[in-house]
């Protein structure tokens, strides 16, 4: 797998740094690319005019995307690049992947399933869909675990002899 030019989603948390590690791991030796994302959208509140509610998330992004650049730089990764994108997370990552031409995705997932996953959404899920990249997805630490539907009780093959 070709791992020249890895994309990183991230959204300001400890979960989604948790996916800095492995990328760094996969693009260093190969003197690959480390592209860090972020999407950014405004919640504009009464009163408060929409065109800087958006210019403020976009520059609260860009500051933190310098920060986790200089972090990853510090990790032994020549080449690293930041994008904001204004907009729901899921379309950014998929537009970022085209754009930037990634060859792998490296992003953490919360694991919600359920209620959860109906009210929030899966963003990994979406950019699932919505690309051919490989996808290395990491799972939050404390993310149920759960047996797929209809399935068993696992067995070894050769437990069945």
């Known amino acids: 797998m070709n791992t020249k030019r890895v994309l990183v ?8 740094e ?6 760094v791991d ?10 860090l994302v972020r999407a950014a959208q405004s919640r504009v509140r009464p009163g408060v005019d929409p065109v800087t509610a958006q210019i403020e998330v976009v ?8 920060a ?3 972090r990853v730089a510090k ?3 020549q080449d690293v690049q930041t994008a904001v994108w204004y907009g ?12 930037y031409k990634a060859d792998l995705i ?14 929030f959404g899966s963003v990994a899920e979406s950019v699932l869909r919505g690309t051919t990249v490989p996808i290395f997805l990491l799972r939050s630490a404390g993310a149920p675990i759960e047996r797929p539907a209809g399935s068993a009780e696992p067995r070894h093959a050769e437990a069945l002899r």
């Open 18 to 23: 948790a996916a800095l590690t492995a990328a």
């Open 59 to 66: 520059q609260d992004a860009e500051l933190y995307l310098a």
């Open 75 to 77: 990790q032994g990764v």
């Open 88 to 99: 729901p997370a899921a379309s950014a990552i998929v537009d970022a992947v085209k754009l």
């Open 106 to 119: 490296v992003m953490s997932s919360h694991g919600r399933s359920g209620v959860g996953r109906l009210i």
């Open 9 to 16: 989603p991230l959204d300001g948390s400890e979960l989604a």
């Open 68 to 70: 986790v650049k200089d």
């Open 26 to 35: 996969l693009a260093r030796p190969a003197g690959g690319t480390v592209i």
